[in-house]
């Protein structure tokens, strides 16, 4: 990942991070010291701290994002990928058990998506690139 | 969540408000999609093309993903070359849409109409109430165009209004786990242990966003396992404010008696 121009390397995306709170070590380390290795782009919350704080006013957001789309992703991310390619929905669930739940709790039925309908609108234009 | 629908419709109900659920709607694509392809917006546009099919001009969330993922593609979808290429896509789905559908999370819905919600408080709440921001509702600040961006007061104002005390304790705007989890299980439950460790003069913790509420509540036993004095209830924004509101806590997705 190359480092942004913009970026002025003041740490200030470190001190508001939420992941660097609790120990961990996203983009943002990367950012403070073009020269660490020891940090995890998968890491992000999408939280837009850093970004909201960015006094170079870098996109620090959607640099994240394009490095995520150049390397493999953890298992969590790639099978909640897998599953809204398939059925439209992070977590599948039956229709079926959709309406016995929302039965239950007293709430109208709710329709899934149909099947392939994700992947025909995000694969559209490219064919099968996952 | 099933229950934040039940006591989010029953809290917009009191306030004249009834909501219509989008049918066939799929996964908003945030930040799992946009994590795979820049094509994420596509997904997000189908969910507002849904909406406006409805004839509806609002969609309501209750989920900080949701909400700025959808916020995002009704700006980007405001340039009309990206908007033709949409409509293209959608098309064969007897689809189309412009992007002009404002997207309201819960937390903003009530906020904007505090004055509605104060009205109806009849039961004020006795309670210490450690709430957890949600990260996706106010920023980025230039497009999400609501509340502090960096210091957001809204969700502990509404708190407030239900005569709830608000207990700081400096974590309001650190990360509930949730997503993280999707990383790194370890560090998603000690973002949680911390939050736990640090709230214990709370009677209880609030959330705005169902991935908080799922982390620390769902996932709390995983947290503190044996420790029982880190345990704490953990209720959703329109459950505190149906409960003040004085609504049955049935209607609220609550047990009677056994939440506290």
């Known amino acids: 990942m190359n480092h942004p121009d913009e970026?002025?390397?003041?740490?200030?995306c470190v001190t508001v991070c939420p992941v660097e709170m609790v120990g961990g070590h996203a983009i943002v380390t990367f950012?403070?010291?073009?020269?660490?290795t020891d940090y995890s782009v998968w890491l992000c919350t999408s939280c837009w701290r850093c970004q909201e704080a960015c006094p170079g006013g870098v996109s620090i957001y959607e640099l994240m994002m394009e490095q995520r789309r150049r390397e493999e992703a953890p298992a969590g991310y790639r099978a909640a990928f897998e599953s809204v390619l398939a059925c439209g929905l992070a977590l599948q669930v039956p229709q079926e058990e959709l309406d016995q739940m929302r039965a239950a709790w007293g709430l109208e039925p709710t329709r899934l998506p149909p099947p392939g309908l994700a992947r025909a609108l995000l694969c559209a234009e490219d064919g099968d690139r996952w | 969540?099933?229950?934040?629908?039940?006591?989010?419709?029953?809290?917009?109900?009191?306030?004249?408000?009834?909501?219509?659920?989008?049918q066939q709607a799929t996964c908003c694509g945030s930040p799992v999609v946009e994590s795979f392809t820049a094509d994420w917006v596509y997904l997000a546009a189908y969910n507002l093309a849904l909406v406006e099919q409805m004839g509806h001009s609002t969609i309501v969330t209750v989920c900080g993903g949701c909400t700025n993922t959808l916020t995002r593609a009704a700006r980007a979808l405001q340039d009309p070359d990206l908007r033709a290429e949409v409509n293209h896509r959608l098309e064969s789905l007897g689809l189309s849409v412009t992007g002009r559908v404002e997207v309201r999370h819960l937390v903003r819905l009530l906020a904007e109409r505090e004055?509605?919600?104060?009205?109806?408080?009849?039961h004020p709440l006795s309670l210490r109430v450690a709430l957890t921001n949600p990260c996706q509702v106010f920023r980025p600040g230039d497009i999400m165009g609501f509340d502090d961006p960096m210091e957001p007061q809204s969700l502990r104002r509404l708190v407030e209004l239900t005569g709830a005390e608000v207990v700081e304790y400096g974590g309001e705007d650190e990360c509930c786990g949730a997503t993280l989890y999707l990383a790194s299980p370890d560090l998603a439950l000690a973002a949680g242990?911390?939050?736990?460790?640090?709230?214990?003069?709370?009677?209880?913790?609030?959330h705005g966003c169902g991935n908080c509420q799922l982390l620390l509540r769902r996932f709390q036993r995983m947290i503190v396992r044996d420790e029982r004095n880190l345990r704490k209830p953990a209720l959703l924004l329109p459950q505190l404010v149906g409960l003040a509101m004085g609504l049955p806590e049935g209607e609220l997705g609550l047990r009677e008696g056994t939440w506290r």
Not at chain 1, 7 to 12: E, H, I, P, S, V
Not at chain 2, 1 to 22: C, D, F, H, K, S
Request: proline residues 4%; contains cysteine; charged residues 30%.
């Open chain 2, 1 to 22: 969540m099933p229950e934040y629908e039940v006591a989010a419709r029953a809290v917009l109900r009191a306030l004249g408000i009834e909501l219509e659920i989008v």
């Open chain 2, 115 to 122: 004055e509605k919600v104060r009205a109806r408080i009849v």
């Open chain 2, 193 to 206: 242990r911390r939050k736990l460790e640090a709230v214990q003069e709370a009677d209880l913790l609030l």
């Open chain 1, 31 to 36: 950012l403070a010291d073009p020269d660490a």
């Open chain 1, 7 to 12: 970026c002025l390397q003041c740490g200030t």
